[in-house]
């Protein structure tokens, strides 16, 4: 059964940079699937960030294209962001995610909240 | 981008009764559209795509409905573990995938 499972800091501060990982179990990353990432400030909606396939094909969000990265360690069965200059609201909690190729998330992770504060 | 529009914000409804939320996109997307549920603390989860395919493991009584620009998500006799925020997304046309604002259920 497919697991997911984000880590990172709890607490970045302004202007600096946040990485994120999510390990995945259960299934292979190289699967015909996307990866990606989605984040929910506290009390709002669902942003989606960024999409990433095992073949390294990426997906940016446009509003956020110039401060994301996304990779994939097809090895490690792991996929990360990466989000530069950051600002107090980048405060979410952060969701891994698997996409289809069509754009569905079937599964998440549990989320990680991730603060930006001095 | 294709802007998602959500209504009503919250939706206060009686234990059997019948919820009808709403989902409006801003040009049409076919029927690319699905909708996930959020309970208090945890992550979404997805209930229905393709506009009115349940996902794996969804009770029946949760339906989807929609074409083009105007979809409904119904769950047709709500129960207590049904409160929680339920958001539709578009996937037709991105990047970038977009979601609604969300509709608060609560009994």
């Known amino acids: 059964q497919l697991q997911l499972q984000e880590s990172g800091p709890g607490l970045v501060k302004p202007s600096e940079t946040l990485s994120l990982t999510c390990s995945v179990s259960?299934?292979?990353?190289?699967?015909?699937?996307?990866w990606g990432w989605i984040r929910q400030p506290p009390g709002k909606g669902l942003e989606w960030i960024a999409s990433?396939?095992?073949?390294?094909?990426?997906r940016y969000n446009p509003s956020l294209k110039s401060r994301v990265t996304m990779s994939v360690d097809t090895f490690e069965h792991k996929f990360s962001l990466t989000l530069t200059s950051l600002i107090a609201a980048d405060t979410a909690v952060y969701y891994c995610?698997?996409?289809?190729?069509?754009?569905?998330?079937?599964?998440w992770g549990q989320g990680a909240l991730v603060a930006v504060s001095s | 981008e294709i802007v998602m529009t959500q209504s009503p914000a919250t939706l206060s409804v009686s234990p059997g009764d019948k919820a009808t939320l709403s989902c409006r996109a801003s040009q049409t997307i076919d029927t690319d559209l699905a909708w996930y549920q959020q309970k208090p603390g945890q992550a979404p989860r997805l209930l229905i795509y393709h506009s009115s395919t349940r996902a794996s493991g969804v009770a029946a009584r949760f339906s989807g409905s929609g074409s083009g620009t105007e979809f409904t998500l119904t769950i047709s006799s709500l129960q207590s573990e049904d409160c929680a925020v339920y958001y539709c997304?578009?996937?037709?046309?991105?990047?970038?995938?977009?979601f609604g604002g969300g509709t608060n259920v609560e009994i």
């Open positions: 259960g299934v292979s990353i190289t699967t015909s699937d996307y």
């Open positions: 995610a698997r996409m289809t190729v069509g754009g569905i998330f079937n599964v």
């Open positions: 997304q578009q996937y037709h046309y991105w990047p970038p995938l977009t």
């Open positions: 990433i396939y095992h073949t390294g094909v990426r």
